[in-house]
């Protein structure tokens, strides 16, 4: 709270920070309760398809550092930039692409959210023994008083300190994740008697699943709120130079959490050694439990609990900004008053939505968690990391682009929830929904970019020039 003074502070920790602290922020963010619950429930379930997913990612995510950070960072030097949506409309002009933005941002919040939020519910589940709606109102307590607290100065300094612990214990948790199951090719021999397909190269979901998850996480990794808007955070330009390097350096050291302990909890139920999970979300807690020493069990949960806090600070705010800040601006041209208050009070709402969310979808947590991701990725990258690179995108385009995002996004999920119409083979919504965002983006930008180059005000211009 002393150091949270202003909306500034609040989202952008007052654009003071080092290189080390957001690059680890970042890459903390990135896995939380996705990668350390979700990605080993999802390899438990699915085995190597979720190969497709987070290997890929390693890219995307270095490649947001190149393709977007310096815009980014620019547009905060020409500009009173603290969200996405200033950035949006101090690009393209006009109120319309904040509006669309920050509905796009909280859509995605509530759905994204909604999967750290049931990841700390799994965690307690095993922890504490207890019923997944108790877990989960524990859980809502403690990310509440939280994040309402500090804003993001809460988020990057813890991020800091557990990313370091996360990545010392990721790679011990690899080694005993492999020695249980009996070294890797014990691993996979077992799991391919037990089924070649799920060890095969698309996994149990087949090519289609695999290859547009690729591709969602491949180009949708510079479409991801919660990194590129801390590097508004950064305190000199200069200091994206290794961002890219270590941040891609470091995911790939988390991935190994990932894979392996859904692989070896998976190769132990088929052989015998271990009972069938009743969730496979469970893959990681009870892995964790049983098969590591007590200390080691011990740092990753706690290492794991402040990566989903952290990580939920983030949505937090970015949401709360996007309710508070972004959208009234975008319909009255300035922000309501008491903002800081507002945004604090917003968080609280935004915790509570995201848990009844999570509860409707009933979802693997690594499903849920490529649902919001979709949700971002088709809106934001065609916007901002094409937009800020090409002179001849529209306004008119990124509000199109955006709009179908969201019906495509969220007509499609419902859909195949209920069972009218789902896309075929398990291709991925999200991926469907960016493609199709990219090129309504492109297509239309193409159709009213006369003299657009015109209408960039001269700042972003030279921003975008260097």
Not at 54 to 76: D, H
Not at 114 to 130: D, F
Not at 139 to 165: E, H, K, N, P, R
Not at 263 to 279: D, F, K, T
Request: include cysteine; glycine fraction near 10%; charge should be positive.
């Amino acid at each position: 709270m002393k150091r949270t003074r202003t909306i500034s502070d609040f989202l952008v920790a007052g654009k003071a920070l080092g290189p080390t602290v957001v690059i680890i922020a970042a890459m903390s963010s990135l896995m939380s309760g996705f990668g350390f619950v979700g990605g080993p429930g999802l390899v438990y379930d699915s085995g190597s398809s979720s190969l497709w997913m987070t290997f890929i990612a390693i890219f995307g995510f270095a490649f947001s550092w190149v393709i977007v950070g310096k815009r980014m960072r620019l547009m905060a030097e020409v500009r009173e930039v603290l969200t996405l949506p200033d950035v949006v409309a101090a690009r393209y002009g006009g109120r319309a692409p904040r509006f669309m933005m920050a509905v796009a941002i909280f859509l995605g919040v509530v759905g994204y959210l909604g999967t750290q939020v049931l990841a700390i519910g799994m965690v307690l589940v095993v922890v504490l023994n207890v019923q997944l709606p108790v877990a989960l109102l524990i859980g809502l307590g403690v990310l509440a008083f939280y994040s309402v607290a500090g804003g993001i100065f809460a988020g990057v300094y813890t991020d800091l300190f557990q990313g370091l612990l996360m990545m010392v214990a990721a790679l011990a948790v690899f080694y005993y994740a492999l020695t249980v199951g009996g070294g890797m090719s014990e691993i996979s021999r077992t799991l391919w008697q037990a089924d070649p397909e799920f060890i095969g190269p698309w996994g149990a979901r087949g090519p289609l699943a695999s290859l547009s998850w690729l591709l969602l996480f491949g180009i949708g990794g510079v479409g991801q709120p919660h990194v590129i808007t801390k590097f508004l955070m950064l305190r000199n330009i200069r200091d994206l130079r290794w961002g890219a390097l270590f941040t891609g350096c470091s995911y790939a050291i988390l991935s190994l959490l990932w894979m392996s302990v859904g692989l070896s909890m998976r190769a132990l139920v088929e052989s015998g050694r271990q009972q069938p999970l009743a969730e496979a979300d469970l893959a990681a807690p009870v892995f964790l439990l049983t098969y590591t020493p007590d200390l080691l069990a011990g740092m990753v949960f706690a290492g794991l609990l402040a990566a989903i806090m952290s990580t939920s600070d983030s949505f937090l705010n970015i949401g709360a900004a996007a309710v508070v800040r972004d959208i009234p601006t975008a319909l009255t041209g300035h922000p309501i008053r008491r903002e800081l208050l507002w945004t604090r009070v917003m968080t609280a709402v935004l915790l509570a939505s995201a848990a009844l969310f999570a509860l409707y979808m009933e979802n693997l947590i690594a499903l849920m968690g490529t649902f919001g991701w979709g949700t971002f990725a088709a809106a934001i990258v065609p916007s901002v990391a094409i937009g800020l690179n090409w002179k001849r995108a529209t306004g008119l385009a990124c509000t199109s682009s955006i709009g179908v995002s969201i019906v495509l996004n969220f007509v499609l999920e419902l859909s195949a929830r209920h069972g009218f119409y789902s896309l075929p083979d398990g291709f991925s919504v999200g991926c469907f929904s960016l493609l199709i965002s990219l090129v309504v983006f492109i297509v239309v930008s193409l159709l009213s970019s006369k003299n657009a180059k015109d209408k960039i005000a001269p700042d972003i211009e030279a921003a975008m020039e260097v």
